[in-house]
């Protein structure tokens, strides 16, 4: 134990010396560029695929029917795309570039809120954390919020403290962007709002925000400042809003109301490890009472969106705790504040086994970031078995077509030739969707095909069979099964067309 207390000190001695913000950026970044590319890209990654490689028209057409809610972010990923490629690599690598900021803006964040040591302990945990990992090696709108979140809010803190409307614009413009990538992340609003009124009743002393009282008029201004500042985001962000709420029914119908025991869940969805996920939260109780006054804005930052999202969730299907990544930060700072007040060399210890908690969880969705984790579904496998197999003039069938699996956009993505997509009649870029159309009368459109690839979701020893409908009797009725490859998640079927057709 010496040697790690002598170890763990000379560390911190070293860390202290640097920028506040600059360990946990590069510890941040080191953790997520590890096994970037280790998982295939999941469904929902596909459909960010599907997306970002389609022209501004059409991703307008694709928010027009389905996908408003993540438009914005589909359009920033289209420019991205266009420079960089869509390798598996280069479309989580915008995710890793916004859990790194977010990791160093929220040492700065916790400098200012609590002091040094403080801000330090919080963005090392955050860095360690599965979530961290998860939502750092995805290509989807979380990451980018997480780091909108914390910006907005370190913003607000300096406008708060330091008022102009310099500071103040860059509040709305961050706060605007916040709004555009992840609507829900709006909620944060609410522990905003909170601690500017309670700012301008008490004195920003009394909000946790400041050290030094202003007049009272100066108080005045910067509530009307703060309402003026949010302005832009019900202008930009609100048609968004209501036209997202048309979709719901298409883009949430696979989920279910909000019941007290999500709530339980929580810790454990977010921080993608249900150990850490129970350790952090404890962790940061003892940081809040630490904090007394303090506490306010992380505290309602955790707690306002969570109770927020929960009240909707159990009137409308909404309750979904990726949504509410953004808030990991400010449970990290309160516990970043809870590490503050023990000796430097236990609170790295402590980081230290955080990380060392969520080995395996870090270690797992390497591997897939489908859930469960034993559950993958390998695309690339697939593909691979169709592209070693494939001649000229072969076709393809996916069952089921229109699914959350996006069997069609996985083979694709894998694939740089896939077999003719018999069965379509208008593809999703063109129907503005992420489905395509396929043909009312399988029969007729399979007629003169001689070898047809299936792709069938979930493991099965008699694919045929799995099909139904329609597409399942034409099928049965013209081909007969070949070869069978089982993946996992998927099943790979040869069939050519029956000797007596």
């Known amino acids: 134990m010496g040697g790690l207390s002598e170890s763990t000190g000379t560390a911190w001695e070293h860390l202290r010396r640097l920028p506040v913000w600059l360990p946990p950026a590069l510890l941040t970044l080191a953790v997520t560029l590890t096994g970037l590319g280790s998982a295939q890209l999941w469904r929902d990654e596909l459909a960010t695929w599907s997306a970002a490689t389609r022209s501004p028209g059409d991703l307008a057409r694709l928010a027009g029917t389905i996908d408003a809610a993540t438009g914005p972010y589909y359009l920033l990923m289209h420019g991205w795309t266009t420079v960089f490629g869509d390798s598996t690599i280069a479309l989580r690598a915008p995710a890793v570039l916004a859990m790194t900021v977010a990791a160093g803006l929220l040492a700065v964040l916790g400098a200012r809120l609590v002091d040094r040591r403080g801000g330090l302990f919080a963005g090392l945990l955050f860095a360690v954390l599965p979530g961290t990992s998860r939502y750092g090696q995805e290509a989807r709108p979380y990451a ?17 403290r330091r008022p102009s409307w310099a500071r103040w614009a860059g509040y709305a413009a961050a706060v605007v ?20 009124l309670l700012a301008w009743w008490r004195g920003p002393a009394e909000a946790g925000v400041a050290t030094r009282e202003h007049p009272s008029a ?9 309402v003026v500042a949010v302005v832009p985001v019900a202008l930009l962000a609100g048609p968004l809003l209501l036209k997202a709420r048309t979709q719901q029914s298409r883009q949430l119908n696979w989920v279910n109301l909000a019941r007290l025991d999500d709530l339980t869940a929580l810790p ?12 952090l939260v404890g962790v940061a109780a003892l940081g809040a009472a630490r904090l007394g006054r303090r506490a306010l804005l992380p505290v309602s930052a955790v707690l306002l969106p969570v109770l927020l999202l929960f009240a909707a969730g159990t009137v409308v299907p909404l309750w979904v705790p990726r949504y509410l990544v953004f808030v990991a930060p400010f449970a990290c700072l309160l516990a970043g504040a809870a590490l503050a007040a023990v000796a430097a060399p236990a609170a790295l210890v402590v980081v230290v086994l955080v990380g060392l908690l969520g080995l395996p969880d870090q270690a797992a969705l390497r591997r897939t970031h489908e859930w469960p984790r034993s559950a993958p579904v390998d695309y690339a496998g697939a593909a691979r078995v169709i592209g070693d197999g494939q001649r000229p003039g072969d076709a393809v069938v996916y069952s089921p077509r229109h699914s959350w699996l996006f069997l069609d956009l996985g ?10 997509d018999v069965l379509v009649t208008e593809d999703e870029v063109r129907r503005g969707d992420l489905w395509a159309a396929e043909c009312p009368r399988p029969a007729q459109c399979l007629a003169g095909t001689s ?15 799995a099909v139904p409908g329609a597409k399942g009797d034409a099928l049965r009725a013209q081909f007969t099964v070949t070869q069978v490859w089982p993946r996992p998640g998927l099943t790979v079927a040869l069939l050519t067309s029956r000797p007596d057709r």
């Open 218 to 226: 100066e108080r005045d201004r910067r509530v009307w400042r703060w």
């Open 451 to 465: 070898r047809v690839w299936l792709v069938v979701a979930g493991r099965h020893a008699e694919p045929l069979a």
């Open 144 to 160: 980018l919020a997480t780091m909108l979140a914390v910006l907005a809010t370190l913003l607000l803190v300096t406008a708060l």
């Open 411 to 420: 083979i694709e993505y894998h694939l740089g030739d896939p077999p003719r």
């Open 268 to 279: 454990g969805g977010v921080a993608q490890s249900s150990v850490v996920g129970g350790l």
């Open 177 to 196: 962007a916040l709004g555009l990538i992840h609507l829900i992340a709006l909620t944060l609003l609410a522990a905003h709002a909170l601690v500017v």
